[in-house]
């Protein structure tokens, strides 16, 4: 189901041609498709709902205009010491031509919530989601580069982008251009119309800008596993030399000494690099991704209320990508998540686990194993209460 979403995201654009050809390298345009092609993830009735809602936070919310945000146009100070956002200045402020930005969504609205979920398994790293609303001929934010990936999609009416040959690196944090000059050539000009997709890497610097009608567009950024953090806890979580530890510098040093110390950090250096092996880099990798995996509690509830009444006839289906082992010593068989969760389960149910895992829906009557059907319903109630199996029907 997760490798569904991408491609519906890239639709006719395949998902191997997308991390082949475009993912961390360049820009990808996709126009011409339906106006509500984006209805299953987004719609203007969400966003209105989400005003709705009781709280918003300060975090939440940013009002702008050509990157100038002023905290006192949307917020407010309480006699309790807390700031509190005011939502009818956030409105006042569109209808003054400042733009509006709302963070974390993927927290807020559950379409988008499932779809960034998906989209995070899908790609092995975290996503966050922002929607960008922008009155008619305005610009909220000035040519900048991201230090994050972005999909854009275009819910409402149009804006034109450009994209402009700034510094090109994967760099790790944003950078804002004041300076015109910091961009030399302005590479492209692009229209996105409602139901487009602009992928844009970072590294790419960009700038956009209303059309005639009002522009809301919501915005996926991508946060996956870098190379640089798995080295980084490589090395942090390996060194017990206490040179390696020590300050740099000592101020009596004579430069003799300053460089012999160089070249001795170096060395230590050197031999845990090489030291490094794949199943350690790979280990390093997984608990990373556990962290930045945005977290599924989709049918929590659901499966909570439903488990109390499982029967022969109930039909179950697992997560995706769990993976079945044994433990060491054999008396255990340990069912993994993409999270890195490792559940435990005595080794004669081995095949039952076997027989849920290998189907994508089945009826508990139907799943295989030594268990007779009154331990296969109590089986299958654990399972659904760890999170692991939820209820179709």
């Not at 230090?147 to 790790?172: A, M, N, T, V």
């Not at 000592?250 to 030291?275: H, S």
Request: net charge negative; charged share 30%; with cysteine.
């Amino acid at each position: 189901m997760t490798k569904e979403i991408l491609s519906y995201l890239l639709s006719p654009v395949s998902r191997a041609s997308f991390l082949d050809e475009y993912y961390e390298k360049k820009h990808l345009l996709i126009k011409d498709r339906s106006a509500d092609y984006y209805n299953n993830i987004l719609t203007l009735e969400d966003i209105d709902d989400y005003f709705h809602q009781g709280h918003i936070r300060p975090r939440d919310v940013l009002v702008t205009n050509n990157h100038n945000s002023t905290l006192s146009k949307w917020a407010q100070l309480q006699d309790n010491g807390q700031l509190e956002v005011n939502k009818e200045s956030i409105i006042k402020s569109l209808y003054k031509g400042d733009s509006v930005v709302l963070n974390f969504v993927e927290e807020y609205i559950p379409k988008v919530n499932r779809f960034a979920k998906k989209l995070s398994r899908d790609l092995n790293c975290q996503v966050k989601a922002g929607i960008f609303i922008t009155p008619p001929d305005a610009q909220g934010f000035i040519r900048h580069v991201d230090y994050f990936d972005i999909f854009i999609l275009q819910i409402h009416g149009s804006k034109k982008w450009k994209l402009f040959d700034g510094p090109k690196e994967l760099i790790d944090h944003s950078i804002v251009f004041e300076d015109s000059e910091s961009f030399n050539i302005e590479e492209k000009e692009i229209e996105l119309k409602r139901g487009d997709l602009l992928y844009i890497p970072r590294g790419i610097g960009h700038s956009a800008h209303s059309t005639e009608d009002v522009s809301i567009h919501v915005s996926f950024g991508l946060f996956p596993v870098r190379w640089l953090d798995i080295f980084r806890i490589a090395l942090d979580k390996s060194f017990s030399e206490g040179s390696i530890r020590g300050s740099f510098m000592n101020w009596n040093n004579t430069d003799d000494n300053v460089g012999k110390e160089i070249e001795e950090i170096k060395t230590i250096l050197n031999k845990r690099i090489d030291a490094l092996s794949e199943e350690e880099i790979l280990s390093i990798a997984e608990e990373l991704k556990a962290k930045k995996l945005n977290k599924d509690y989709e049918n929590r509830l659901m499966d909570y209320v439903g488990h109390h009444t499982i029967n022969s006839d109930s039909i179950v289906s697992c997560q995706d990508d769990l993976i079945l082992t044994n433990d060491e010593d054999g008396h255990f068989c340990v069912v993994q998540t993409p999270k890195n969760e490792t559940f435990a389960y005595p080794i004669f149910a081995k095949d039952t686990l076997e027989s849920i895992l290998s189907s994508k829906t089945l009826k508990v009557k139907d799943i295989a194993g030594n268990l007779d059907l009154k331990n296969t319903i109590k089986f299958v109630k654990k399972m659904i209460a760890e999170g692991l199996i939820s209820i179709v029907k």
